[in-house]
């Protein structure tokens, strides 16, 4: 017969430590039997929600709550179809609406802070040029390059402009040679 789970107030039934497999869940993945899985839900207006969510104690104020695929704060201010961005609704709860054609950037490049002091109005084209996402930022890199990999020159009829990107003339060539070689080696061998 199986005990029942050693924490009090739990009447489930021992699977592995003395504890039922809520708790022992709660220790493997937290180091805590008696660990809450949920957070708090903080009830109150959206203010005072939205600074239950937040820690102030460094430069930057970090968001502690949900936060989307690319690493920005989210909240709900009214209701479940109103979801914005943490780091806006502080700049409108502390400073004020944003500017018509303009938009946040984060100048401390931390996206889940929320200290309107690290946020300033810019235009999309500023925000763009100062980005750090890998495929923006990759791009105008490579832009910048006049030599590909193996230090040939992106320039006269080396240059190929292939769906926008530049390509390396001798180096495509050299590929196609080392396939075709490939391919005869095979045939030759079969």
């Not at 220790?27 to 903080?42: A, E, I, N, S």
């Not at 207006?45 to 102030?56: C, G, M, P």
């Not at 390509?167 to 075709?180: I, V």
Request: glycine share 8%.
């Amino acid at each position: 017969m199986k005990r029942q789970c050693d924490i009090e107030g739990c009447d489930r039934k021992t699977v592995a430590r003395g504890w039922c497999g809520l708790h022992y869940d709660r220790w493997r993945k937290h180091g805590d039997p008696l660990t809450t899985l949920t957070p708090t839900r903080v009830v109150g207006t959206a203010e005072e929600r939205f600074w239950a969510k937040v820690d102030t104690s460094g430069d930057c104020w970090e968001w502690t709550a949900s936060k989307n695929d690319d690493g920005y704060g989210i909240f709900r201010p009214e209701s479940k179809k109103n979801m914005i961005k943490a780091y806006q609704f502080s700049y409108r709860l502390l400073v004020g609406e944003v500017p018509e054609g303009l938009e946040l950037d984060h100048r401390c490049r931390n996206r889940g802070c929320v200290n309107p002091a690290h946020l300033e109005a810019v235009t999309h084209a500023v925000n763009m040029s100062r980005t750090d996402l890998p495929g923006k930022a990759t791009k105008r890199r490579a832009e910048q390059r006049t030599h590909c990999p193996n230090n040939h020159p992106y320039s006269g009829d080396n240059l190929i402009i292939d769906n926008g990107a530049r390509r390396c003339r001798k180096c495509k060539n050299d590929g196609q040679n080392r396939r075709r070689e490939e391919r005869m080696k095979d045939a030759s061998r079969g």
